[in-house]
């Protein structure tokens, strides 16, 4: 529905239901996610870098006038123009596409039991672009 893709929180659940019926005894539902996720990451990439010149907000703001921020690597909040936002989302996500941890590497390894709490946290960061 609709509703699901409103809200990046749900990435989860809509990614697990893609895997349901005909198809779920060959698709592991983990592995659909991660293929999914490193979709919207490849493409976020590659609209950002096309126009990443044209990026010139200082803040990066939504709806309602929020304001979003990054976070340094000790967890403070900082409040940069959109494109080191959109730079720090990317940074961010790239690192934990990359954890091993997160995306095993090779085929019949087994995902962390925190993966779908990356999941989500990569879309939504990733759809706030």
Same mark, same amino acid.
């Given at each position: 529905?609709?509703?699901?893709? #409103? +809200?990046?929180?749900?990435?989860?659940? &809509?990614?697990?239901?893609?895997?349901?019926?005909?198809? +779920?005894? $060959?698709?592991?539902?983990? *592995?659909?996610?991660?293929?999914? /996720? &490193?979709?919207?990451? *490849?493409?976020?990439?590659?609209?950002? *870098?096309?126009?990443?010149?044209?990026?010139?907000?200082?803040?990066?703001?939504?709806?309602?006038?929020?304001?979003? /921020?990054?976070?340094?690597?000790?967890? !403070?909040?900082?409040?940069?123009? #959109? !494109?080191? %936002?959109?730079?720090?989302?990317?940074?961010?996500?790239?690192?934990?596409?990359? +954890?091993?941890? %997160?995306?095993? #590497?090779? %085929?019949?390894?087994?995902?962390?039991?925190? $993966?779908?709490? !990356?999941? #989500?946290?990569?879309?939504?960061?990733?759809?706030?672009?």
């Amino acid at each position: 529905s609709d509703e699901s893709l #409103a +809200s990046p929180c749900q990435c989860s659940t &809509l990614f697990a239901s893609m895997g349901s019926g005909e198809n +779920s005894g $060959f698709i592991d539902e983990k *592995e659909l996610m991660a293929t999914h /996720v &490193l979709g919207l990451f *490849e493409n976020t990439f590659s609209i950002f *870098e096309a126009i990443q010149d044209l990026c010139c907000c200082q803040t990066m703001s939504g709806p309602g006038n929020m304001v979003f /921020v990054a976070q340094d690597s000790r967890g !403070k909040k900082l409040k940069v123009s #959109a !494109k080191n %936002y959109i730079l720090s989302v990317l940074s961010q996500s790239f690192d934990t596409i990359r +954890s091993r941890h %997160y995306f095993p #590497a090779r %085929y019949g390894e087994s995902f962390s039991s925190g $993966f779908e709490v !990356k999941v #989500a946290e990569i879309c939504r960061n990733l759809l706030q672009c």
